[in-house]
């Protein structure tokens, strides 16, 4: 299989980029959570699903592998984002693509949707867009009553517990499925900075309700959510509904669904490909 690893430069970011599959198949772009995240994991656990398309996997900006950045909020902001996607998508000299994207990558995802009519469809796994609504889930996390202010309740959920042990309580539904993936993630050897997750902090990310822009879409999306996922599930039924988007909800899975449940999701991923694009040779079922 066609591979192509190296670094590109999108303004004054400069991203790791992996590049898989045959460059006549359709393309489609990766937006990994976080932020601060990296794609390795999906790389890991989505790559034998799309094989049968140019699947471009990168980390974003002064995230993971990528050019670290200064910790300065201007240069993290979701138009940066959506800005480095489209740079990286001329870079590579695609002017139709599809988007995946996973947890916070949804927020890029989407915008980069409403503002390019070259985005042909989107398929997203366990959607963040309302983020005062996961601070209130992390601050039911931390046995707290939710407070009005989401920075309110981030921060006294953070004065209980450590932001992993929160998230873990939310995403994973099983000690089985929360041990798989730090196996993953530990073999990646990949240490992030903290720089883009404290900068969107202070760019007051987790005030962002982006549900009043979320709009029938022009092009297809799908939604894939495992039930048990505490930082999407239910919030994705209103998304996937002001979308006008396909849905499905997989039981017994958490924000990882091809670890907890493989074979709904295989199957459910094979659906939503399908939707989107036809079935590309190699691309589940």
Not at 17 to 36: I, K, N, S, Y
Not at 163 to 191: C, N, Q
Not at 205 to 215: G, S, V
Not at 242 to 271: C, K, M, N, T
Request: hydrophobic share 45%.
């Amino acid at each position: 299989m066609r591979e192509e690893i190296g670094y590109i430069p999108v303004g004054e970011a400069e991203l790791y980029v992996e590049d898989v599959g045959d460059l006549r198949a359709p393309p489609l772009l990766v937006l990994h959570g976080g932020p601060g995240g990296n794609a390795y994991a999906l790389r890991e656990g989505l790559g034998e699903y799309l094989q049968g398309f140019r699947t471009i996997y990168f980390d974003q900006r002064g995230s993971g592998r990528s050019l670290e950045l200064p910790q300065d909020p201007r240069l993290f902001t979701v138009d940066a984002l959506v800005e480095d996607t489209l740079a990286l998508a001329e870079a590579l000299g695609l002017e139709r693509f599809h988007l995946l994207a996973h947890g916070f990558g949804a927020l890029v995802a989407l915008e980069v949707l409403r503002r390019y009519p070259g985005v042909e469809g989107v398929l997203l796994l366990g959607p963040w867009v309302n983020f005062p609504w996961l601070a209130a889930r992390l601050a039911e996390a931390a046995e707290l009553s939710p407070l009005p202010d989401p920075e309110a309740n981030l921060k006294a959920a953070l004065e209980r517990a450590e932001p992993k042990a929160l998230f873990d309580r939310l995403m994973f539904p099983t000690p089985h499925g929360r041990l798989e993936y730090e196996w993953v993630v530990e073999g990646s050897g990949i240490l992030g900075p903290d720089a883009p997750a404290l900068a969107f902090y202070q760019n007051g990310l987790w005030r962002l309700d982006y549900t009043p822009y979320l709009r029938p879409a022009r092009r297809p999306v799908e939604v894939i959510v495992g039930e048990q996922d505490g930082t999407s599930y239910p919030y994705a039924e209103e998304v996937a509904e002001r979308l006008s988007a396909g849905l499905q909800v997989l039981p017994g899975a958490g924000h990882y669904p091809w670890i907890d449940a493989p074979e709904a999701f295989e199957a459910a991923l094979a659906r939503a490909l399908r939707a989107l694009v036809g079935s590309p040779t190699g691309a589940g079922e």
